[in-house]
């Protein structure tokens, strides 16, 4: 392929964040901006602000370059011995179950079935499991009760192509913004779009009706849609009759459970019309898809939520249909990889459970070892529950940061305190979880490794390899394969490269597969390596009557062929009985957690690209104003919400959006970059009885003002030490410096500490007790060294954009220095809070334009640009000139 010539040409590879699977033309020349692959099905060009940013985030800052052991940097050589005796040991003394996995839905494939390979068919122990599990388990545990494999029945072509577009717990605007722009450009006459999320979000943006149910309530509104599928004549018998079973009982539950819209309305908190309405369009449209994602599976009733809503569309025969389906959105760029290699403590290995007749002595003799580990394993939460009682005496964590992401982090980090050996491969140096290792493995990271990634349409694309390894680092295949030769299992892991490892994952998914498993790579079993080389994304399954061009795999289950003993579908009765972990007195705020536009998960990568941080720069909390008013705070001071002993700290964001007595937080920052921003504090470990996912959406706290007598921002120059202490504090890096937002109880004598902060003598100071205001900036050698601006309101602090790019000066102007405690060129005018990441257009400059007449999203766009790339910032720019309208009138 002319491609992946070497020199300059683009080389086509996968974006490493979210599960649209977008192509990605990236440059060897890392300066180089990455470009959207017009030739990808998945995105056709287009990129959201996180894969415009790719190659922001491919420098060596930050990265773990050597192996560490205990605290000492190493080598290969001892690493790889620590590890494999550290294992011996473990399995000679405790049994295999004392040695765990804990994998992550970032790995590749390859590296993925290498993983799984070496713990259940050579360290014999079955306790693998990975992030998959805070994430897609519901939905796996769902598709598999319903279908008898995990599979998504159609593709993202379906969501164009539906009439009625329902998006169920997804802020896709946000979390899957290329596939979103699809979805918002396929709107036309007669297309409807509802959203059911308990909050407005951007993503309601789209919707011709919004339900904003009470949070865990969906199974009552899809129960209640089959009651009224059957009342109004809305099932399609000849396809029940034809391909499932299990529907007169599905129906009983469902008439005991949700009787009447009424019963519904009252039950999900919504107005009866609306819910009559949806479950109108519902009825009277054949082409409909159900687009579910986190709303959905993380709840303590995440499996019967994604089996109510799979209910309905086998009750109405729409699945596997254009435009028609149930339709899983996946989170991570290889969520679905790890299914199909068996990375769920509950699988075997492609797509074979445990308990799936013959499965463990056909891939024992597959894998030519004596047997396989005896399953299922423990699943992530209770893993790490095995590990804080000392069952588990060795865990190797990779591509995850679990002290961040599991419900009750803290627990966690006291589990993996304990723990005697940890061992974390990452290719970040510094995380919260990496902080706890005993044995540190530095794994590539996007565009360093090669293998092949699943996106949420089953498609299987490549991630390339267009730099070099830096430093010591290795492919995570590379570290599992030279630990298993260490162990003695040589001839299992000789791989050269990853195409050998894929072969062999196409060849097992293949293996004595007389059609009972969905999942079949046979067409591919056979990939020579320029055929790996060269792999043109394609959906599974490729079977070898198709091969790898031809996609007949486009959509599954049209005309029935379950992979069910009969092949029918299964309807599920779903009876469940809603919240486990209710608000209380004590406790009296919901906590909904999710993403935000512009970050990545624990933010280890993408808080490293100043670009990124502009949309949200601290931990924040959404809340509806008369619960602001109720607890005393007001829009921009901070909060504090606690439970049991852990707390969160966020700057409060009226949001008339959110329902009232829940507030709404984000997931991403973590200890490293937050004084308390970590919402898994606030999310207790319950977990749904079948798939083991925690609930992650309906954590509880009781909120207070966090009252604080001074509120401040510090800059920096980069790297150095910190010398400031502050009870509140959340880390901004900025293009040219470093910056902190602060804040304390105690009031401060700034003259006395302002010259320990700046690092020595300020050179300018400004001061205003009867304000509250204090300013100081120190210039060394010309150069700007460090700045800080003390207000007792944070909406005083001028933004620090400004201030930035002086750092960047080799000599500061006179007239920059004049400016420095104004904090802005007095001669340019001040952008304003950045709306559009992608152009760095500011709010400021926004209002400005539509004073001026740019009246529209489009007219914006042709004066500023905003919201002509990725269009993530649409609905705020739409949001604007509805304020502005409101206002003027
Ligand atoms: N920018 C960005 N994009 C990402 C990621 C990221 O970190 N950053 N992560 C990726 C990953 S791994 C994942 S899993 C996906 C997640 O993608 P999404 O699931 O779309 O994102 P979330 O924000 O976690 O949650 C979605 C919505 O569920 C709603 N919700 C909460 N409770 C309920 C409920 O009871 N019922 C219903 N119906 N809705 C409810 C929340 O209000 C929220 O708006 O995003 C992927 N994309
Ligand atoms: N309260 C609450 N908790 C949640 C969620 C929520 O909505 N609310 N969402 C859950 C979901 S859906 C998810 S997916 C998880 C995500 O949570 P995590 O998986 O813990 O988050 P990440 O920050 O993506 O962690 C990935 C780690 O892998 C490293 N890494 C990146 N690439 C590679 C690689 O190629 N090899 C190796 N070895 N390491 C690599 C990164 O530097 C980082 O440290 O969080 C879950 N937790
Ligand atoms: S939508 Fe954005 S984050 Fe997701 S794969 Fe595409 S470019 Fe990457
Ligand atoms: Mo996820």
């Not at 309305?265 to 009825?283: G, I, M, N, S």
């Not at 491969?425 to 990634?453: N, Q, R, Y």
């Not at 209710?582 to 808080?607: C, F, L």
């Not at 420095?820 to 992608?838: E, N």
Request: a negative charge.
């Amino acid at each position: 392929m002319d491609s992946l010539k070497v020199g300059q040409d683009p080389v086509q590879t996968t974006c490493p964040y979210c599960g649209v699977g977008c192509g990605v033309l990236a440059y060897p020349d890392t300066d180089k901006p990455v470009a959207g692959d017009v030739a990808h099905p998945a995105n056709k060009g287009r990129l959201c602000v996180k894969g415009t940013s790719l190659h922001e985030t491919t420098g060596q800052d930050g990265r773990l370059l050597f192996p560490m052991v205990r605290g000492r940097r190493s080598d290969w050589a001892e690493a790889l011995d620590e590890v494999a005796g550290t294992i011996w040991d473990s399995v000679k003394t405790h049994g295999p179950q004392s040695v765990a996995f804990y994998l992550s839905g970032q790995l590749l494939t390859e590296d993925y079935y290498v993983a799984n390979k070496l713990a259940k068919g050579f360290i014999r122990t079955p306790n693998v499991d990975t992030n998959s599990r805070l994430c897609m388990s519901s939905a796996v545990a769902a598709h598999k009760r319903a279908f008898g494999a995990d599979v998504v029945p159609g593709c993202y072509e379906d969501l164009e192509l539906a009439d009625l577009l329902v998006l169920a717990g997804s802020n896709a605007a946000w979390a899957h913004p290329v596939l979103y722009q699809c979805m918002k450009a396929a709107a036309r006459e007669g297309r409807r779009v509802v959203v059911i999320d308990p909050r407005r979000t951007a993503t309601s943006e789209l919707a011709d009706l919004h339900l904003a149910l009470c949070p865990g309530t969906d199974t009552v509104l899809f129960n209640g849609l089959l009651t009224w599928l059957a009342d109004k004549g809305g099932l399609d018998e000849t396809y029940i009759q034809a391909h499932c079973q299990g529907f007169e009982e599905a129906l009983k539950s469902a008439r005991a459970a949700a009787p009447s819209v009424a019963s519904v309305a009252r039950q999900c908190d919504l107005p009866a019309e609306d819910v009559e309405t949806f479950y109108r369009w519902f009825t009277d449209t054949p082409r409909t898809v159900t687009g579910f994602s986190q709303g959905i599976n993380q709840s303590v009733a995440g499996t019967d939520k994604g089996n109510a809503i799979i209910n309905c569309h086998l009750a109405t025969g729409r699945v596997g249909k254009p435009g028609a389906g149930p339709f899983s959105l996946t989170g991570q760029p290889n969520a679905m990889g790890g299914r199909e290699v068996g990375g769920l403590a509950n699988t075997l290995a492609a797509h074979m459970d445990y308990d799936s007749p013959g499965a463990r002595s056909r891939v024992a003799g597959f894998w030519g070892t004596g047997a396989v580990a005896a399953g299922p394993g423990l699943k992530a939460v209770d893993m790490f529950e095995a590990v804080y009682r000392g069952d588990i005496k060795v865990i190797w964590i990779m591509g995850t940061n679990p002290a961040v992401s599991l419900p009750d982090s803290d627990r966690v980090r006291q589990a993996l305190a304990r723990c005697p050996t940890v061992i974390v491969s990452d290719c970040v140096a510094h995380t919260d979880t990496t902080a706890h290792a005993d044995i540190l493995l530095p794994a590539a990271g996007w565009g360093e490794k090669d293998g092949t990634v699943t996106n949420s349409e089953r498609c299987i694309s490549r991630q390339r390899c267009f730099l070099p390894l830096p430093a010591e680092v290795k492919p995570d295949w590379w570290i599992m394969s030279s630990v298993a030769k260490k162990l003695g299992f040589a001839e299992a892991f000789d791989y050269a490269q990853p195409a050998d490892i894929f072969r062999e994952h196409a060849a097992l998914s293949a293996h004595e597969n007389n059609g009972e498993r969905a999942f079949n790579l046979s067409g591919l079993a056979g990939l020579s390596d320029s055929g790996y080389d060269t792999l043109v994304p394609v959906q599974w399954p490729v079977l070898k009557s198709t091969g790898p061009d031809t996609s007949d795999s486009k959509r599954l289950f049209a005309d029935g062929g379950f992979v069910t003993d009969n092949h029918r579908a299964r309807f599920v009765a779903i009876n469940t009985v809603l919240p486990a972990q209710k608000a209380s007195e004590d406790y009296p705020m919901v906590v909904n957690t999710g993403r935000i536009r512009d970050q990545w998960h624990t933010m280890t990568r993408t808080a490293n690209t100043p670009r990124l941080l502009t949309h949200r720069s601290e931990p924040f909390v959404e809340m509806h104003p008369d619960d602001m008013t109720a607890a005393g705070l007001a829009e921009g001071h901070l909060a504090k919400l606690s439970l049991n002993g852990g707390h969160f700290v966020g700057r409060v964001r009226k949001s008339p959006e959110q329902r009232r007595g829940e507030v709404f937080i984000p997931i991403h920052w973590n200890r490293r970059f937050a004084s308390d921003g970590v919402a898994t504090l606030l999310t207790e470990s319950v977990t749904d009885p079948v798939s083991g996912q925690p609930e992650a959406k309906h954590g509880r706290a009781a909120i207070t003002p966090f009252r604080v007598s001074w509120q401040g921002r510090l800059l920096v120059r980069r790297d150095r030490p910190r010398r400031w202490q502050s009870d509140y504090w959340c880390h901004v890096p900025l293009n040219h410096c470093d910056s902190w937002w602060l804040a304390g109880l105690q009031p401060i004598d700034w003259p006395l500490v302002m010259t320990d902060w700046l690092g020595g003598p300020a050179h300018l100071m400004m001061a205003d007790a009867s304000q509250g205001r204090f300013r100081a900036a120190r210039v060394v050698n010309g150069q700007l060294e460090a700045v800080l601006m003390v207000d007792r309101e944070p909406a005083l602090i001028p933004e620090a954009g400004w201030l930035d790019s002086c750092f960047a000066e080799a000599q500061l102007s006179k007239s920059s220095r004049r400016a420095l405690l104004a904090a802005r060129d007095v001669d340019v005018a001040d952008p304003g809070a950045i709306i559009c990441s992608c152009f760095q257009v500011g709010e400021n400059q926004i209002a400005d334009a539509i004073a001026e007449g740019a009246e529209s999203v489009e007219a914006l766009g042709g004066r500023l640009k905003c919201g002509t790339n990725c269009g993530s910032c649409i609905p705020e720019l739409r949001e604007l000139i509805e304020v502005s309208a409101r206002e003027s009138a």
